[in-house]
């Protein structure tokens, strides 16, 4: 099946500082990968539809100069986290989606976490 | 937009018997894909089936099934001979099947699902 990887798995900083989260889609190409950010049992929100060669779509409400995403190739999209916050601290996870058999389906990464001290 | 509302916030269920989740959404679109994806403590989404709206037969993946209703616009998860890995918190999902792969999901909030031994 599709594969997608994050790295890092976790990561803690300081506040003030930025942190780049990498989206890898490891055996498919993704024009298309989205970034979500879940809280502590709740639903997946989405924040911003990267696009590959081109300027990523942020949802409403999400700053576009604090989440800066960068889609440089075909199978990896950054997130870059800048200046981060303790209110920043959050669950991040991307996907890819993928069409197999004519049909189209979400493939995601195992998700990042990040602590903002 | 699009809708999607799981009313179960919590569910239980002793191993080896049945449970039911419900999902219900809203949407104008008449071509589109459900899914029900499965995030266990571990919190990698991983998806447990798919159904292409202009299907009438309800997918089936092993122990998981579907009742997809398109009129009245409900999309339920079976899942027979519940076993103690099936813990986790499901979603509900809906993506348009439009142009390409690259369309986003709309999340339900969730339905923790516990399998009691």
């Known amino acids: 099946g599709a594969v997608v990887s994050q790295h890092p798995s976790w990561v803690i900083c300081k506040s003030g500082t930025s942190v780049k989260i990498e989206c890898r889609s490891l055996?498919?190409?993704?024009?298309?990968m989205f970034w979500y950010r879940q809280f502590p049992k709740q639903s997946l929100m989405l924040m911003a539809t990267s696009n590959e060669g081109s300027k990523a779509t942020y949802e409403q409400g999400v700053e576009k100069d604090k989440f800066l995403i960068n889609h440089a190739s075909l199978t990896l999209s950054t997130l870059t986290v800048t200046s981060a916050h303790p209110e920043d601290s959050s669950f991040y996870i991307c996907?890819?989606?993928?069409?197999?058999?004519?049909?189209?389906?979400?493939?995601f990464g195992p998700g990042t976490r990040l602590t903002v001290l | 937009a699009q809708t999607v509302t799981q009313s179960q916030p919590e569910m239980s269920v002793q191993e080896a018997e049945t449970v039911t989740l419900s999902c219900t959404y809203d949407t104008s679109e008449n071509n589109y894909y459900l899914f029900w994806y499965k995030q266990p403590p571990s919190r990698q989404m991983i998806l447990v089936i798919r159904?292409?709206?202009?299907?009438?037969q309800n997918a089936t993946e092993n122990r998981f099934s579907v009742n997809f209703q398109k009129a009245a616009k409900s999309f339920s998860l079976k899942i027979s001979d519940s076993q103690l890995g099936d813990t986790a918190m499901y979603f509900c999902a809906f993506m348009k099947h439009v142009g390409g792969a690259g369309n986003m999901l709309t999340f339900g909030g969730g339905t923790r699902l516990m399998v009691k031994p």
């Open positions: 055996d498919f190409q993704a024009t298309t």
């Open positions: 159904q292409e709206a202009y299907k009438q």
């Open positions: 996907s890819a989606p993928l069409r197999l058999a004519a049909a189209d389906t979400q493939y």
